[in-house]
């Protein structure tokens, strides 16, 4: 049975909208790539390696596809090889290679593809995926690269959830001088 694993980046107020600052939200833009570095792209690019396939929301799947279906380099080339399902309604013919939207009820199939892979099944960005997962006890593991920044408003990742989930810190890594990866594994109830 594979694993899920949400990664995300976060601010230490838990905002997880805009990093980028292409939604337009107006504290977007606070991850700088730059101060980042390196060390975060070395970071990324092992978490990709470890991955079996890509599960991401239409959102999160069209800025990726849109920054990585071209681009060379290793990096590029372990992102197109991974099979990549994408939640969507509304997305019919995904055109990065390896892609596939998944049909039907989103749990079901999740379920389904958690049942299929042996490995992790990465969920990168994808916020409202990442709640929904959250709250059917679905996510197995959290990474949180916290960035150093309180936004004091802005889309948390988990905002509220109808019960409490409990999670257990099984790694902390400091990536460059400026972040942290930050490992959880959920606890399920015995």
Known sequence: ???????????????????????????????????????WARTEY?????????LL????????????????GEWADRLRSLPKYVVSSTLVDPDWTNSRVLKGETLDEVSKLKQELAGDLVVYASGQLARTLMEHDLVDELRLMVYPVVLGAGERLF????????????????????????????VRDA
């Open 46 to 54: 092992a978490e990709a390696l470890g991955a079996e396939a890509l």
């Open 1 to 39: 049975m594979g694993k899920i694993v949400v990664s995300v980046n976060v601010t230490l107020d838990g905002v997880v909208q805009d990093p980028t600052g292409d939604e337009g939200f107006k504290q977007g833009g606070w991850f700088d790539f730059e101060r980042a570095g390196e060390e």
């Open 57 to 72: 929301g239409r959102r999160s799947y069209e800025w990726f596809a849109t920054r990585w279906a071209t681009r060379t």
């Open 159 to 186: 905002g509220e959830i109808s019960d409490t989930k409990s999670t257990r810190l099984v790694d902390t890594q400091a990536v460059g001088d400026a972040l942290v990866l930050l490992t959880y594994e959920v």
